[in-house]
Structures are given as structure tokens and as C-alpha cells.
């Protein structure tokens, strides 16, 4: 008789506002890998992620912390493509199945498009935080010629809109050298050429001698609240940044602190329990928003 084949699962407590985000990082396991536990009366979530051998496991341990086990795997566990993402009028984000059968808008022409992996990456556009940035970014005047830089890049999905969107000096920076691994073939299942600066590097310590036009920042609250001066100091005068991450009842903090940076703002989204905030310089400020209730 065969031994029962062993399942591996990785599991940690996290907080149950920053339940989502956990499961949009770990993203690249696969969809169907990854479960959620509420327990009664506690703020904290059980998170589990299913995993099919040890040295994946023992990587999330090394990364994450948390706990590790294993268990007789029930079959195999599926990740099937997920379904293309249409950002404003002007671009897709498809999967690899999808990337030979570009979608037409109404009008018959071709939008632009992203192929990004199902199952593999740590941003795809799906989470609201992704999604929000993407649209802000489409909604956004000619790109050409701009400067970016994409803080907390993952799976590449910021950086890699902006060079579609035809921006073409772009750095993107993330502490997670697996991600930018990951980015990186991103961006060679897109362009026939590597054109992104892909650093291994965090907002705190990272040091640029150029400023730049657009600036976009996918990031928890204490980062963007500690790198606030360092974003404002390298936005250009006429530049944008837009910043996501964040709930709700954070943003009126964020708010508070890049303006007293010297920013202002120039609007704000709202997607369930998400925020995404869109900053200027003073010389480039036309906010008619009312201050976060």
C-alpha cells in the first residue's frame, strides 16, 4: 500500500483588518493554497497556507515567521487562470492563457495589455489597493517622458503599467528578492527588452539622486507614514503620487503628514474598507476634496 501523500501547512496570527492584504502578498502560492480562520472574540486571524513540500514551507517560515506541519494532503489542490481585469478604457491585465486574444473596446480598437501569470504573483490587479492604483494611473495624462518610481512593487504590476502606459525610465523598488524575481520575468513575458531598474531595497534606506514625476506607493501605514519626507523630496514640482494601502480610519493620518511635507491633495478613492490617496506639489494642487469625515 502507497503512504499517504503529506500536505505541509504553514500557519500565523494576523491582524483581522490586514487580513486581505496578507492574502494578496502570498498570492503567488496559488489560488485555492490559502484559507483564513476567524477566531470568536479575538481581533487576530488564523492564517494557513496549504503547500505541497517542505522547502516552500520552511521559505515562508524564513520570511514570515509563524508555524509549520504537516498533514495527509486530501488532493491535489487546483489554481485555475483567473479571469482578465479591464482598467478604465485603456488596459488589461490577462493571464497567459489569455495573451494571444486581446480584448476590443467598444470601439473595436485594441487596449493596451498585461500578461501576469495566474497564480504567481504577488499583485495582480485584484485586491482593491492594486486596482485602485491601476485606474488612477490609466486616468492619468501622457506618460512619456516621465520619471516613476513604484515603492513596494511585488509582483511588478505598478512598473509594469507605467512602461505600458508608455513611461520609460521607471525604478521599482521591494525588499523581497523573490518578488523581484518575479517581476522581473514579468516584465520579459511583456517587452522583448528589460527596461525597468528592479532594486532590492526599502523606502527607509534607499537613496535617489533623481526626482520623479510619478511616484506610486502600495505600502502599510507605518512605512508611508515614516518615508513621507523622503516621497515628498522626490516629487518634482509638477509630479503626482499616489499611495494605497491603507484603510479607511488610516487615511486621514496619511493625509495630515504628507501635507506637512508640503503636499496637498488632490483626491481620494474608496473601495469597501480601502482608501487610495492622490497627492501634489503645492504649484500642482487643484483639490476641491472635502476633508476625510
Known amino acids: 500500500m502507497n503512504e499517504p501523500a503529506l500536505l505541509w501547512i504553514w500557519s500565523r ?16 502560492l496559488g489560488e485555492g493554497r490559502l484559507a483564513l480562520h476567524r477566531l470568536a472574540g479575538r481581533p487576530t486571524v488564523r492564517l494557513e497556507a496549504y503547500l505541497p513540500d517542505l522547502p516552500a514551507g520552511r521559505d515562508l517560515l524564513a520570511r514570515y515567521g509563524g508555524k509549520l506541519r504537516r498533514a495527509p494532503a486530501p488532493g491535489s489542490v487546483p489554481s485555475p487562470p ?14 497567459e492563457t489569455e495573451a494571444g486574444t ?25 485586491h482593491a489597493t492594486t486596482g ?19 515603492i513596494g512593487t511585488g509582483s511588478g504590476i ?3 503599467a507605467a512602461r505600458r502606459l508608455g513611461a520609460t525610465r521607471i525604478w521599482a523598488l521591494d525588499t523581497d528578492p523573490s518578488a523581484l524575481e518575479v517581476a522581473h520575468r514579468n516584465e520579459a ?16 534606506r534607499w537613496c535617489s539622486r533623481v526626482r520623479f514625476e510619478r511616484i506610486v506607493a502600495n505600502l502599510f501605514l507605518m512605512p508611508l507614514l515614516q518615508g513621507a519626507n523622503r516621497l515628498a523630496a522626490w516629487l518634482r514640482p509638477q509630479g ?9 480610519e488610516q487615511a486621514a493620518e496619511v493625509e495630515a503628514r504628507f501635507q506637512a511635507e508640503g503636499l496637498c491633495l488632490q483626491g481620494r478613492k474608496r473601495r469597501g474598507k480601502w482608501m487610495m490617496l492622490r ?10 476634496e472635502a476633508p476625510l469625515p
Open 102 to 126: 486581446p480584448a476590443k473596446d467598444p470601439s473595436g480598437n485594441h487596449p493596451l495589455s498585461l500578461v501576469i501569470p495566474a497564480g504567481m504573483a504577488f499583485g495582480t490587479g485584484r
Open 240 to 248: 503626482v503620487l499616489l499611495v494605497s494601502g491603507l484603510l479607511r
Open 82 to 95: 483567473g479571469k482578465r481585469i479591464r482598467i478604465g478604457g485603456k488596459l488589461w491585465i490577462v493571464t
Open 13 to 28: 496570527l494576523v491582524s483581522a483588518k490586514m487580513a486581505d492584504c496578507w492574502v494578496e502578498r502570498l498570492h503567488f
Open 132 to 150: 485602485m492604483l491601476l485606474r488612477e494611473m490609466a486616468a492619468l495624462p501622457d506618460w512619456r517622458g516621465s520619471r516613476v518610481l513604484d
Open 189 to 204: 513575458a511583456n517587452f522583448p527588452a528589460a527596461a525597468i531598474h528592479w532594486v532590492e531595497a526599502d523606502l527607509a
Open 158 to 160: 505598478l512598473a509594469l
Open 279 to 288: 497627492f501634489g506639489a503645492p504649484a500642482h494642487c487643484h483639490s476641491t
